[in-house]
């Protein structure tokens, strides 16, 4: 999806939600485990329930994976299912040399066909330059996350006297310059006091926030933000809108969840 | 698989020579393209002439995902066909939140049946810890790889007077105490002169070493190293091995290539 197609996505919905599909069969309702395949089931009524409300879904890859070999066909039906005035976000978070990176973005935007995807900076340049170089697909690269890890090397200062999350935003902004794809960071709502200094130093490229809900981010701080008031905020919220009911009304009450987040920024933003 | 198989497999075998198998299509023999799982065909073969000389193999997943869906079942009956007196490792480089990163260590240790994975450590304690709570499974933790990238990062020197990846490998170890997992690293031979103050600060971990061969790492000078004297190194070549011979001969000219690496190794090391 190119920018403009996103932001007219955002206008026409007044919304910045991105719904987190992370799957896992506890917690699914009951009714769905005999499916023949639960986590499709169960994913394509919570988009179906909550797309009119949601600008994005962002699949954990994760949870797909721990199916086994079959959960990748899950994957690969639930992006079929994102419509197209959401975008489809692989958080697949990944990062290897250059023809190995080349050939994970050729997993996440050609087979699989997904927007936009998650990487992990920590191999620098040619993990990231082969995501970059496809026309009008998405790289959010892991900036600041919000688990209490950042600490242990995301937040280490560097001798140059910028926290090494700061130096993977200038990187990658340098990577990203004459490239077609769309760069933006992921940086945790947990980080509220740093999220206005990331989306300055990231030239106010689109931050993917998760962190809202059960991470115990604050909305209504993150919603005071610049980068909320520029519409360049994708905020997740994964478990407490997909698992806001684990009975027959699942689908029902992830929909009141996702109504009230909207509103929630709508009444704010829009 | 547990450290004293392991090291029987690495005695029994005189060989610290680990496999990669990085399939892309462009670069299989003809006469494999027809088959209906090229990419199995390919990799069972190599496997088969080359398992008396190796003690693991490592399966690319980049390569596998490239083929959609169905990579991962190619992917599983892969792992499926590594011998037991090898170490099947996962290279898979994932890295995410602690529920998401114990999902993609189900995934990996007991969906495929892999004995170890690959990890990169940019989101911190949370992103390695659930794999290192499986019983006789294998995390290598990336610390300094053998890109061009790991300048951007990797080797960037922390205000405390370390560089990035050695402070990746003491918080590693630091995690690991007490663990039923196996902790060792990823150290690139391109990167000879750390090498050995990498496997210092690792304690005397194991260190999977790639970059031999296509990358340019050279073998002799590692073979040189205390790590590899100790029989602590896993030297893991890829492309030179693989694509020894793009004929129908490609599985006799990859076991070549695997003789001529376990025999220098064997001569200087056992």
Redesign the interface.
Known sequence: MDLVHFQESIEAKKSLLCIGL?P?IEKLPVHLKLNTDPFYSFCAEIIESTAAYAIAFKP?F??F?????S???T??KVIDQIPKDCLSIA?A????????????A???FD??GADAITL?????????LPFLEYLNKWSFV?SL??????????L??????MP?YR??IE?SLEWSRDQKGILGFVAGATRIEQIEEIYRASESSYLLVPGIGAQGGDLDLLLQSVLAKDKKAIITVSRSVIYASQGEDFAEMAQNEAIKLQSAISSLIF
Chains 1, 2 share one sequence.
């Open positions: 992370d896992v954990n994760g949870f994976e721990s199916l086994g070999p959960g990748w066909y994957l690969k958080d978070k990944r990062g290897d040399i250059g023809n190995t990176a080349a050939a994970y050729k997993a996440v087979s699989l992990s900076p920590y191999m620098g340049k040619d993990s990231v892991l996350t919000s688990n209490k890890g950042a600490e242990d090397f995301e280490q200062m560097l001798d140059s006297g090494l130096k993977v990187k």
